[in-house]
């Protein structure tokens, strides 16, 4: 079973709400990744997190904050995004170089 | 220069035909090689790892030549299902992956 469950599905949220961007695995992966993604474009890193340490941060904006709970589960909080914000955000989790994507949350500002 | 380019397309083929995806890669230190799959707005998809030895999944064979930094990607007996777009993507290290912008297929009947 390789699957990374995401939440929710579809998210319009407007410049000044705060909201959540929630991700879950349970195949014991030691990372997991957040990715941002236009369209037409290919996913761009924004966070990693290995061993519940945050490893990796791709020089992402303060309005995008992660949060790794546990070793299952991901977060990322938002808060005052911009509409250029908008985009597929996608949650990655993966063991010796393998990543694999959940399904991703579509997230439109307003 | 882009660290991983590959060939938007799109690439329309018929059915039952084969078809080559290359992609090139600039940082001679990576160390993993990987096709994803992606379908209009879902998400990417593991389709399989490349090895120097090079490695076949059924109708899909992939290889890499590493003096000339070049992957590719052989689709035998196309099928409609196939239809998607094809990332080309290669790591530094375990945790971070360089995507290709990936290379669109169409295969009709």
């Known amino acids: 079973d390789t699957e990374v469950t995401q939440t929710p599905k579809h998210l319009v949220m407007g410049m000044t709400n705060k909201k959540s961007l929630k991700c879950e695995q349970h195949?014991?992966?030691?990372?997991m990744y957040w990715y941002k993604q236009k369209a037409k474009k290919p996913p761009e890193l924004m966070f990693v997190y290995s061993y519940e340490k945050l490893s990796i941060n791709e020089s992402v904006p303060s309005r995008f904050s992660p949060e790794c709970p546990n070793s299952s589960l991901l977060n990322l909080h938002l808060h005052a995004l911009q509409p250029e914000d908008s985009a597929l955000y996608l949650c990655a989790s993966s063991q010796s170089g393998l990543q694999y994507f959940g399904p991703g949350t579509r997230l439109t500002v307003t | 220069r882009k660290e991983v380019e590959q060939d938007p397309g799109p690439f329309n083929v018929p059915e039952g035909a084969t078809v080559a995806f290359n992609c090139t890669y600039s940082n001679s230190a990576s160390q993993s090689f990987f096709w994803y799959r992606q379908d209009c707005r879902k998400e990417p998809k593991l389709l399989m790892s490349v090895y120097s030895s090079g490695n076949e999944d059924g109708r899909f064979t992939a290889q890499l030549n590493r003096a000339s930094q070049y992957i590719s990607l052989l689709i035998r007996d196309s099928k409609l299902s196939d239809s998607a777009t094809y990332l080309c993507v290669v790591a530094y290290n375990t945790d971070k992956l360089i995507f290709g912008t990936g290379t669109r297929l169409q295969v009709f009947p």
């Open positions: 195949m014991g992966h030691r990372a």
